[in-house]
T-cell receptor
Framework: NAGVTQTPKFQVLKTGQSMTLQCAQD?????MSWYRQDPGMGLRLIHY???????DQGEVPNGYNVSRSTTEDFPLRLLSAAPSQTSVYFC?????????????FGPGTRLTVL | GEDVEQSLFLSVREGDSSVINCTYT??????LYWYKQEPGAGLQLLTY?????DMKQDQRLTVLLNKKDKHLSLRIADTQTGDSAIYFC??????????FGTGTSLTVIP
């Protein structure tokens, strides 16, 4: 199993540009989520999905869109990039939401918005 | 969102014990977790504790849970240079969302 994969690893955008961060998992996990990691702030949940066709907002959803058309893929779209979105983005998946479940994380995408 | 607090930095000498502390807010959390992040990598689950336990030991790791004070700690015995990483505590709050702490950067001095 490849686990959770993310592309690209690094990206530089100009303010106002749009892009999609890709995330895929091959573990047949129902639950997938996107986090951003900023210094001194830990990980903050952007959006999550409990299954194909179902998405919901997390703690910091503004400026981001997601969709979940398949169990495997959960792309994150930046509609109009802003310098405040400079961060490291992590995708994670788990078998189910709630109670005990281990989240498996991708290697991250480091995004810089100029 | 929930507030999960950790101190940002901890420095210990190789061979000493490390204690990383965490306070959380949602008393209904069923499980509490410790994740480890090595440089340039994603997070990996290190250990977890069920909320009806006070302590869990796993080789060099000891997790202590004080539900009354909403305080969680991770003790690493005989800390090695390979333990240098960022450690995150996390809880699942109402709504099945994970909330992570700010992370504690552990530096092990040889």
């Amino acid at each position: 199993n490849a686990g959770v994969t993310q592309t690209p690893k690094f990206q530089v955008l100009k303010t106002g540009q749009s892009m999609t961060l890709q995330c895929a998992q091959d573990m047949n996990h129902e639950y997938m989520s996107w986090y951003r990691q900023d210094p001194g702030m830990g990980l903050r949940l952007i959006h999550y999905s409990v299954g194909a066709g179902i998405t919901d907002q997390g703690e910091v959803p503004n400026g981001y869109n997601v969709s979940r058309s398949t169990t495997e893929d959960f792309p994150l779209r930046l509609l109009s990039a802003a310098p405040s979105q400079t961060s490291v983005y992590f995708c994670a998946s788990s078998y189910a939401a709630g109670d005990y479940n281990e989240q498996f994380f991708g290697p991250g995408t480091r995004l810089t918005v100029l | 969102g929930e507030d999960v607090e950790q101190s940002l930095f901890l420095s210990v000498r190789e061979g000493d014990s490390s204690v990383i502390n965490c306070t959380y807010t949602d008393s209904s959390s069923t499980y509490l977790y410790w994740y480890k992040q090595e440089p340039g990598a994603g997070l990996q689950l290190l250990t977890y504790i069920f909320s009806n336990m006070d302590m869990k030991q796993d080789q060099r790791l000891t997790v202590l849970l004080n539900k009354k004070d909403k305080h969680l700690s991770l003790r690493i015995a005989d800390t090695q240079t390979g333990d240098s990483a960022i450690y995150f505590c996390a809880e699942i709050a109402t709504g099945n969302q994970f909330y992570f702490g700010t992370g504690t950067s552990l530096t092990v001095i040889p």
